[in-house]
């Protein structure tokens, strides 16, 4: 009888082990699978000539960040709007691949507000607030979760070095989506704010694309542009993106490198 006993201990031992070996294995092959849709404004876009080109998307960096459980697949495009992004098919093409596990970044802000192009602008309170919450049900609906992210500030001081804000009531949008359908929201109007002001006026013309004139190959007559990003000022994005993902995120820490 003690042997039949020892014996049934050990099956049992080896059943839990192959269960708990099965159980991990399917964890990881569910983590492995993890896509990390990014729809937005050329601040986010991936820019090409990335050898010759010093301009940078903060999501074309955001691979560097992250671990091989997530694969970055960045929809964002220069010039878009909400509306624009929808009208296009964009947004329906990123519907169609997403699957549940996913992440969907949604950034929008800076070409709603041209208010003179039809094609792009939209009322904060109205089309661009509800074009957000599309975004939010639609990709719930595939069992993906969105992130709401408020635009990247512009680096616009004023005489007396203050930061002024370009973005109007856009932002604060973003904020109350965010609030009334429980969104993570990754404040980067916050964020760039201070990262822009701990640069200063002069040494945050490195996060940008400032240029003199033959400097450097790729602009010869010169750039003067505050709000798309260097590589330098990607990065810096990028990296207060994931720090606050990390934080305000459940689990997202899963996708993210530990140094």
């Given amino acids: 009888m003690k042997h039949y006993k020892v014996l049934f201990f050990l099956i049992l031992i080896i059943y839990q082990s192959c269960k708990k070996d099965k159980t991990e294995s399917q964890s990881d092959q569910r983590i492995q699978n993890i896509s990390i849709y990014t729809i937005g404004d050329s601040t986010m876009a991936d820019k090409p000539n990335p050898e010759e080109n010093p301009e940078r998307g903060w999501c074309q960096l955001l691979p560097q960040f992250l671990n091989n459980n997530a694969t970055v697949k960045n929809h964002a495009v220069n010039g878009r709007s909400t509306r624009s992004f929808i009208a296009e098919g964009r947004w329906d093409s990123v519907y169609q691949q997403m699957k549940k596990g996913d992440y969907i970044f949604i950034q929008f802000g800076h070409n709603d507000q041209k208010i003179n192009n039809p094609n792009r602008y939209t009322n904060p309170h109205t089309a661009y607030r509800n074009n957000l919450i599309k975004f939010v049900s639609e990709t719930r609906e595939m069992g993906a979760t969105p992130v709401l992210f408020t635009s990247i500030v512009r680096r616009n001081f004023n005489e007396e070095k203050t930061l002024v804000d370009t973005h109007g009531e856009y932002p604060q949008e973003v904020r109350s989506v965010a609030q009334e359908f429980n969104v993570p ?21 490195k996060l940008h694309l400032h240029y003199a004139p033959n400097e450097i190959p790729y602009y010869p007559e010169g750039k003067e542009d505050n709000t798309h990003l260097s590589v330098l000022g990607a990065t810096e994005v990028a990296r207060l993106a994931v720090n606050a993902l990390n934080e305000k995120v459940e689990g997202f820490d899963a996708f993210t490198k530990t140094n």
């Avoid at 929201?185 to 013309?205: C, F, H, M, P, R």
């Fill in 185 to 205: 929201l990754i404040d980067l109007q916050y964020l760039t704010e201070k990262l822009e002001e701990a640069y200063g006026v002069n040494g945050s013309k």
